[in-house]
């Protein structure tokens, strides 16, 4: 099949570059000095019989950092970032991840390497296996698995373009197996550009000698963690394929078909023996180190590469040679074992190789990462620039420990920089990005549905959620939202329901309003738009104003909606009670924008202090804002005397806003302890007659001292349908309160472990 | 009391008129002949035991409409309207309203006057007792029952300023005696200004004769409906009030407190012995015959004017007479009994109370109907003028009988014009129009929270439930329309279960979607916004189009939002399945604004005769919208080779619009019997897989007599989460489908009965 010219079809052309891609990456969780830790499989992490992301290999300490299929390769990344940060934020404070492939200083005795505690007894069965016919040292390595899946739209137009295959599921078949061969034959290229192992710690060769060190890979050599020598199967066909690993596990020398460790596994159906019906699906490459240098053990970068490189071998004209894939594997045994910044003995043959290529990606008009490949060539050029080079002169000028250490706490500290953000998803508000986290840490499938939207998907097993907003689920109706929307109604259900409201009008025409004046004039009132849910366009005003400031406060209210609202002012402190499931589980106190002064310091530079706090930040990305110094809050200064340059006195809190949004600088305040349980039970009650399951609920509450039942006690303002939730968790000061755990909870009680409080 | 002076404080100002009204009002179902009807009481009205709006009162014929109570007079007419008109449309076709006080012609045997047939027997027995004690004529006599209360802002603010009294419940009791007081000894002057039964008709007076013909009004005259004269009461303090009426019920001259026909009756708590626990919270005036020059009974102007005067009757100052009340009965009588076109005896004294009046309404400065009050005016000088005066020359004319029948039909008919839309209400959408209909004729409470926002709450007894637009409830969860809304959310979440969507992208810049032409150049494609979702901004290519007109059809989505999708074209016919609950309840086909040649008139002339269908009208206020011929008509007929004037063959159908929405004059089509079942299954299992209750899925069907499961059958285009219901409900052609209903039933299985469906 001349698969050159298919893929030069122009009906081909524009699908390319389709694919699907899935990572998973071993790693041992080492302590702050590099050694390996004696703790169990993180708790918070919830239960490995079902955890899609983050799972144990072979031993306790192994964690195996697994992503879902993804349809691009920034997609990959984000999922990779993601399942990162969440395994680092769940990690005991003192642990850090690995970053190379050859373990650390092992154990002298190999018992105390401890087998992954998992539920399931066949799993830890056929560790015992392998511990005894591999020995545990080696199943201590770690790697990158890469599964590569050809775009379906791909694959279809291919096979339409040619005649000779008439069934599509063969013709996949006869690309993946082609694939595999040369990656195979060629597998020497890949462990000389992205070979990363070439220095062992100790207690890693025990009992046996290892090879003479640096090499480039010791876990791609015959060193490393490989099958027997007796262990071969032919790739010409699949049930050839298929015919020859039966075989092996019925000569017992293989305990199960996954045994088989080759550096492509063919993939097709949940079991080895499912490929025969339904034909390869797609391709698992597991020869590649983890990769010191990138983050996550591999880089956009490599896998990048990678694609490109797998399209090259699906096109590049096969050995004649029947032998050729023997050879290769021989090939990359020489290859590995070489000196890192020696050439290698196929250089010519690299050089040629990629020349090969480079002509393909020329060919095909495909875009490519151009300043990569010049690495790539530069590598082949200099031993020095390849993965394995570069890293062990980065070991030479200490020792490899602790160049690992230093590097794995570089990628440690960037997941706690921000510790409310998750990696990959930053561009989502910062509500969600919580739950996202907590909901992979706990194990639930996430797919994020529509980013801008922030509309996710949540799963276990069959059980599908989908939130949006972090807040929006299915336990709540269509119609308690539109409720809540509507100041107008919402007043009125609560009034009917008992509760106490403000009392107040809505209009629609600036006569109606301006009629009303007498009725709301002996007393203070606000004036405000009826449906902006933002602050804009409201007048407050605590004494009655005259008539010409009413008229104005009116038409004010009027440019952001074709009704207002009137509404008498309430006096007190506004408390926000956030209820989930007829529980309130946060109330919150903002408090405007502030500096407390110590007697040396001006204002200007008691903002820019308090301004470092890591939890302030912009565009609702932190959970708190900067504070500003601009013209409003010079105003505001001024009013009472200061400038910015003042230096206020000890202990004197000087307010910089009249409003206390978090938007304007404001603190949060969590007082969930402060408030006595009659008023939460009113909130819970007002909850409840809106019909709301969620709902962030503003209270004006004159003097909490007061029981709720006081006449005058408190006074509902309003209920949110879509409560902030990222200042509860993240609170300028007391305690957060972890809602979106709380959300999950109502949504996977299966999953998710009772509230304690 | 000073009670002028207390209205004239300036904090009361502002609330004089603030009041709550309902009305009763009590009306002969006859035929359009105007004989009594035989049949019972409609089915379709649901069950008396819990009806809170159409009733019956003594007789099986006699109905009762309820309004509840209401905020303000518009507010009443809206419900009075609304109820009239769902009493009509609920009639059996050839019933209508009698509109006078006065029973039509009467059976000549007494025991041919049936009474209501109720479930409760206590009920049956109190008609039974009526029926011996009165005779069963009397009870045929009709009226309106007027409920007013002052509002509670007015009179906490009355309270406020005196001193007298320091108790509000007591202060309250008071301000209602002293007007009803007031109200009895001036009764004669509502009798002669509204008094409306000068006639009976035949077989009333039977046995014994009645009064010289014409009168004022027989109903409130001796002759009319009321206790014997030995039921009396005193007004001068409650407790006096409510002694007298148990002494007389312990007498036996009541059978209970409920048979004491006052004018007024003094209203609080449920039943009349609660009065003393919660003093008087309203009064019922029950002296008012039904106006027949007013279409449901009674006028605006009327209640306006009642409302005035009881104002007037708080500050009026009150006779030193100890019998004032005794005497303004007797008055009464007189009144009632003189011919209506002469003057009363009683004329000089009306005349001084509308001078009182008139000053009394100038010193509070209260913005009254001057029309109205010069009518009274009138009506004071020129006996012609009253409503007695006035309906008896109109009876003079022909026979009252007759006349009576042909004012009826006039209100009969006004209920059956436009029969898809709901007086009172007219301003809201016609899907909501539909809803209030049929919640109001099964006899739900209905309250309209928010107008604007086509907010009601509906309830029976202790359940409550709110809709809005008619299908956003309780039974739809917060996220199914928010994943709906999201049309690249909801093709994902089809596609993920199985159903088929048309493949597409989503793109968020001009350059993303130009490079994406090549992905779709191999077949016809649409390109469209993300979340728009009125046909704005999409291009539909059925055959690829060339580079440019896509660069301008993107740019065009564009302008419309900040994403846009590009997706495969699907070709076939486009059908909306109208799901609710798990059941298909509508299939409808929309066809493109349209006329059909008969070979005689001109297109022109076709499209207003089909615009003379009362289904059509415009601005969603009706099912259909007029089809116009503008610019986009005239181009559309130039591209098929007509002009407005051709005049098409008999059978050539003639497209005017290339779109089919009904909003541009588009015909719907109801196919529900049309599609087979397991289409649908797939749009049951689809909305199911959203997660829906309500939600109408429009599917693409390129031939319908090809099963679902056919590869290509069907694509599913988008579902809707607030989709048009009255086009189903009233479909251009085929049968409607009162999906209203089905949304009501969901709601309230407990008072709907079960879909036979």
Tied chains: 1, 2.
Excluded at 583 to 591: D, E, F, G, N, P
Excluded at 680 to 701: P, R, T
Excluded at 721 to 730: D, G, K, L, S
Aim: hydrophobic fraction near 40%; include cysteine.
């Amino acid at each position: 099949m001349d698969y050159r010219a298919l893929l030069l079809e122009g009906s081909v052309q524009p699908f390319l570059l389709k694919a699907r891609y899935g990572i998973e990456r071993e790693s041992q969780r080492v302590t702050e000095e590099g050694q390996l830790v004696t703790t169990n499989h993180p708790k918070s992490l919830g239960n490995r019989k079902y955890h899609p992301y983050i799972q144990t290999d072979f031993a306790e300490t192994q964690v195996e950092l697994i992503t879902p299929v993804c349809q691009s390769i920034p997609e990959l990344f984000r999922y990779l970032a993601a399942i990162h940060d969440v395994c680092y934020r769940s990690l005991d404070g003192q642990e850090m991840l690995w970053p190379l492939s050859m373990p650390p200083h092992l154990p002298l005795k190999e018992e105390e390497i401890r087998l992954a505690k998992l539920d399931r007894f066949e799993d830890v069965l056929y560790r015992r296996y392998l511990a005894k016919t591999y020995g545990r040292r080696k199943q201590m390595m770690s790697g990158i698995h890469f599964n590569f899946e050809f775009g379906d739209d791909l694959l279809r137009r291919l096979f339409a373009q040619q005649t000779e295959e008439t069934d599509y599921q063969q013709f996949k078949t006869k690309v993946y197996l082609k694939v595999t061969r040369n990656y195979l034959s060629h597998r020497w290229f890949i462990t000389y550009l992205f070979g990363a192992s070439p220095l062992s710690e100790p207690n890693f060769f025990v009992g046996a000698a290892g090879p003479k060190e640096p090499v480039r890979s010791l876990r791609n050599s015959s060193f490393g963690y490989k099958n027997h020598d007796d262990v071969q199967v032919r790739y010409d066909t699949l049930p050839h394929y298929l015919e020859d690993l039966q075989q092996m596990v019925e000569d017992g020398k293989l305990s199960e078909e996954k045994e088989f460790y080759s550096a492509v596994r063919l993939r097709g159906g949940k079991k080895v023996s499912d490929l025969g019906q339904v034909g390869i699906q797609y391709i698992e490459l597991r020869n590649l180190d983890l990769n010191p240098f990138a983050t996550y053990g591999i880089s956009e970068d490599q896998v990048s590469f990678l694609h490109l490189y797998l399209l090259f071998m699906l096109v590049k004209e096969e050995s004649t040679d029947e032998k050729a894939i023997k050879k290769g594997s021989l090939k990359n045994n020489v290859v590995s074992l070489e000196n890192p910044l020696q050439e290698s003995v196929y250089q010519e043959e690299a050089r040629q190789l990629f020349a090969e290529l480079k002509t393909f990606l020329q060919t095909t008009r495909v875009e490519v990462a151009k300043e990569f490949l010049e690495q790539i060539e530069r590598a082949i050029e200099e031993p020095s620039q390849t993965l394995a080079g570069r890293w062990y002169q980065k070991a030479k000028e200490q020792t490899q420990a602790k160049q690992a250490v230093a590097i794995g706490k570089t990628y440690e500290q960037k997941a706690w920089e921000k510790p409310y953000q998750l990696a990959g998803f930053r561009s989502m508000e910062l509500s969600t990005q919580i739950l996202l986290f907590d909901a992979i840490q706990k194990g639930l499938a996430v797919n994020v549905l529509d980013e801008e939207d922030q509309f996710v998907q949540l799963s276990a097993d069959q059980h599908i959620e989908y939130v949006k907003n972090a807040n929006m689920t299915s336990k709540d109706t269509y119609i308690a939202p539109l409720l809540m929307a509507n100041k107008t109604v919402t007043k009125k259900v609560l009034a009917q329901a008992g509760f106490v409201v403000p009392a107040g009008g809505e209009y629609v025409t600036e006569e109606q309003a301006f009629a009303a004046y007498h009725e709301f004039s002996d007393h203070g009132f606000v004036v405000k738009p009826k449906t902006t849910n933002y602050g804009v366009g409201i007048s407050i005003f605590k004494e009655t104003p005259d008539f010409a400031d009413f008229q104005a406060a009116v038409r004010l209210a009027f440019a952001e909606d074709d009704a207002i609202l009137i509404e008498e002012f309430l006096p007190g402190t506004e408390y926000r009670f956030f209820v989930i499931d007829d529980q309130v589980k946060a109330i919150m106190l903002r408090v405007p924008a502030n500096v407390i002064g110590d007697g040396q310091h001006s204002i200007r530079e008691l903002v820019a202090k308090k301004n470092t706090d890591p939890l302030r930040g912009t565009n609702h990305r932190a959970p708190l804002e900067y504070i500003q110094l601009g013209e409003i809050e010079e105003l505001m200064l001024k009013a009472q005397g200061y400038l910015p340059t003042s230096i206020p006195a000890e202990g004197v809190t000087v307010y910089l806003r009249e409003n206390s949004n978090v938007s304007t600088g404001g603190d949060s305040i969590d007082v969930t302890e402060d408030l006595h349980d009659d008023y939460k039970q009113v909130a819970v009650a007002a909850v409840k007659a809106i019909g709301a399951v969620i709902s962030g609920i503003d209270f004006i509450i004159p003097d909490k001292s007061q029981p709720a039942s006081n006449p005058g006690a408190y006074g509902i303002i309003e209920a949110n349908f879509n409560p902030a939730m990222h200042m509860h968790v993240f609170p300028y000061s007391g305690t957060g309160r972890r809602l979106t755990m709380d959300v999950l909870r109502l949504l996977f009680p299966e999953r998710i472990e009772p509230d304690r409080n």
